[in-house]
Nanobody
Framework: QVQVVESGGGLVQPGGSLRLSCTVT????????MAWYRRAPGLGREFVGS???????NLPDSVKGRFTISRDVTKTAMYLQMNSLKPEDSGAYFC??????????WGQGTQVTVSS
C-alpha cells in the first residue's frame, strides 16, 4: 500500500526559507513522478514542481530561482527547498506520487504561511 506523507510546513517571515519533505512508502513502481502542488485559500491547485523516477526536474516560472527539488538516494523521499519566500507562497502544500496507467497517490498536505 502506497502512503504519502508531507512534513516541514510552518510559519516563516517574508524572505525566509523552509524545507518541505515528502516521504513515500510502498512505492514499488519503476516509472513515476513525484510532484508538489499548493492550494491557497480561494484559489485552485497550483503546480509547484516535480521530479521523475529518472531524475528529471520541472519547476514553473513562478518559483524558479527560489525553489529547488531534490530526493534522497533511496528515492523514497522528495524535498522542496523554498527560499526567498513571499506571502503569495502561502498555502497548503501537497505531495503527489503519479504512476502512469496506475493512478495518483496524494498526501494530506502541510501548511505554509509566509507572514510578518
Amino acid at each position: 500500500q502506497v502512503q504519502v506523507v508531507e512534513s516541514g510546513g510552518g510559519l516563516v517571515q517574508p524572505g525566509g526559507s523552509l524545507r518541505l519533505s515528502c516521504t513515500v512508502t510502498g512505492n514499488t513502481f519503476k516509472f513515476y513522478t513525484m510532484a508538489w502542488y499548493r492550494r491557497a485559500p480561494g484559489l485552485g491547485r497550483e503546480f509547484v514542481g516535480s521530479i521523475s523516477s529518472s531524475g528529471s526536474r520541472n519547476l514553473p516560472d513562478s518559483v524558479k530561482g527560489r525553489f529547488t527539488i531534490s530526493r534522497d538516494v533511496t528515492k523514497t523521499a522528495m524535498y522542496l527547498q523554498m527560499n526567498s519566500l513571499k506571502p503569495e507562497d502561502s498555502g497548503a502544500y501537497f505531495c503527489k506520487l503519479g504512476v502512469p496507467e496506475v493512478g495518483e497517490y496524494w498526501g494530506q498536505g502541510t501548511q505554509v504561511t509566509v507572514s510578518s
